[in-house]
């Protein structure tokens, strides 16, 4: 490690901090307040889901152009941007009272998710560590990792203690705090080592325009987002599921508490005994674990260790799978368009994870039951892992093919 990257190491648990801080009041906390926000407003279940479903929607279609944004002038401006807009944003739903101003805040929410969450910090990780930016990546994803283990308990404490409203206010001040300092401290745009080497990189690297006309990019973000859709229409419903299965709410919650800490037991393998490993390499065991796990949930209800094997495949492919997203545009393409790319990349992921508890609610609807809408699920995972194999062992792709030669 040279020693402009030493010197950037801050970086990682910097940026993990604001992850913590972000995902937690951004993502997670809303899973928590929206029962008494649903009561107060006097709203349905899926008009309320629905505002959060809008904030995801918008943060995956501002993806593109936020990673766009960071290849030109770095991150400063556009998370330091975002954490001032996810503060008023928070600020703001401590004051709604009618569900048009629910929705209304609900999409500024999305773009200062856009502006603040993995995509943007793993585009600003990929430029400063140059070769050990899947290191990097995979360091910040076991901060992130613990942002529900963090947020879920806190904010059921302050919703206890303070009410719902006084608690989004909490978290608007947080956001101030604690992640603006960081991002305002983040590089203004790439390093001086950076701009020296930019002709050399030019000519390693693959713009966005080049990429988009390669099939092998269309089939690879196929295959993440099946598998994203997946992972988040099991996420909801999985107690229900095993629940259906015969076990008993106190064994389902034990399942279900386990998938958190085996997603980073995922990211310490990948770092670890996956070091050596391609990403390509290491994407392809992950994505196949889920559809392998999926199989298991037909067992008895009283097979609690085969379950157990379930929580910690499920969990640990989905850690990995983190990592895969984030790190494979820069081994295929290059980091000069990094952010352009995995931002293109990730619209069609955050779309998948914004739409997967409908699409396993209209699965259970349309299958007869949990039994028939675990098939179907674990049939897409299956064509995500084949479509993943095929488009990284087949090189069809030029882009992708030029840049695996001059690494080499």
Not at 149 to 172: E, F, K
Request: glycine share 10%; proline share 4%; charged share 10%.
């Amino acid at each position: 490690m040279d020693t402009a990257v030493r010197k950037s190491a801050w970086l990682i648990p910097s940026l993990g901090l604001t992850q913590i801080v972000g995902w937690g009041s951004m993502f997670y906390a809303y899973g928590v307040l929206m029962q008494p926000m649903q009561t107060e407003l006097q709203a349905s279940k899926p008009v309320i889901v629905g505002a959060y479903s809008l904030a995801l929607l918008i943060s995956g279609l501002l993806s593109t152009l936020a990673g766009s944004i960071i290849d030109r002038v770095g991150g400063r401006l556009l998370m330091g941007a975002g954490t001032v807009l996810a503060a008023v944003m928070l600020a703001l739903l401590s004051t709604v009272h009618s569900v048009t101003g629910l929705y209304l805040i609900w999409a500024g929410i999305g773009v200062a998710m856009s502006a603040t969450l993995y995509q943007p910090a793993f585009a600003v990780l990929t430029q400063i560590f140059e070769g050990g930016f899947r290191r990097a990546i995979t360091m910040l994803t076991l901060f992130g990792g613990f942002a529900s283990t963090v947020s879920w308990p806190l904010t059921q404490w302050l919703l206890d203690r303070y009410g719902w409203r006084d608690t989004w206010m909490i978290y608007a001040v947080v956001n101030l705090m604690v992640c603006l300092p960081i991002h305002t401290l983040l590089p203004r745009s790439a390093s001086i080592k950076e701009k020296a080497k930019s002709r050399d990189r030019v000519a390693e690297s693959t713009s966005l325009e080049v990429v988009l006309r390669e099939p092998g990019f269309y089939l690879i973000t196929a295959a993440v987002t099946l598998n994203a859709l997946v992972f988040s229409a099991m996420s909801l419903h999985l107690i229900s599921i095993l629940q259906g299965r015969g076990m008993s709410a106190y064994y389902a919650a034990g399942i279900g508490a386990m998938i958190g800490p085996m997603q980073v037991l995922g990211r310490i393998l990948e770092t670890t005994l996956g070091k050596n490993a391609t990403t390509r390499q290491v994407g392809l065991v992950a994505i196949s674990l889920l559809p392998a796990a999926l199989l298991l949930l037909f067992a008895p209800a009283g097979w609690l260790l085969i379950y157990g094997i379930f929580a910690a495949m499920y969990g640990i492919g989905n850690g990995v799978m983190t990592i895969v997203r984030g790190a494979l545009p820069a081994e295929l393409y290059g980091r000069e368009a990094y952010g352009a790319i995995s931002g293109a990349m990730a619209t069609p992921v955050t779309m998948a994870f914004a739409a997967g508890p409908s699409v396993a609610a209209f699965l259970y609807a349309a299958g007869g039951g949990y039994p028939g809408a675990i098939v179907a699920m674990a049939g897409i995972a299956t064509l995500g892992a084949v479509l993943f194999f095929y488009a990284t062992t087949h090189p069809f792709s030029k882009a992708a093919l030029s840049h695996t030669r001059k690494q080499s």
